[in-house]
């Protein structure tokens, strides 16, 4: 057997199992986003919340003069980040948007 058809053959056997290894990590990186308006002051201090809880959420300001903010959520993190949510909106005003901003 040549080298050629020996990388073939060893290719053909790996190729799907690199395949389902990148579709597992898909539905892992699937994130439901969630976006808010906040006063503008507050975006750095609930970006350090945030960071405090290391991978809980990815957030990124959106539109700083308006104060619109995205957080990404993984799978599996939006009961702790809904409680996380839930005790910041006790001092801070956050109003939910409906549809993704512009």
């Known amino acids: 057997m040549q080298i050629t058809e020996m990388w073939l053959l060893s290719l053909a056997v790996v190729l799907p199992t690199i395949t389902r290894a990148r579709d597992e990590v898909r539905k892992i990186l699937k994130t439901k986003q969630q ?10 201090f609930i970006k350090f919340i945030f960071e405090g809880y290391d991978g809980i959420v990815m957030m990124r300001t959106v539109n700083p003069v308006k104060g ?3 957080l990404h959520i993984p799978a599996g993190c939006e009961k702790h980040v809904n409680a996380i949510l839930q005790d910041l909106k006790k001092n801070i005003k956050m109003q939910v948007l409906a549809l993704t901003p512009s």
């Open 68 to 70: 619109i903010i995205a």
């Open 35 to 44: 976006h808010y308006r906040v006063n503008r002051r507050e975006i750095a």
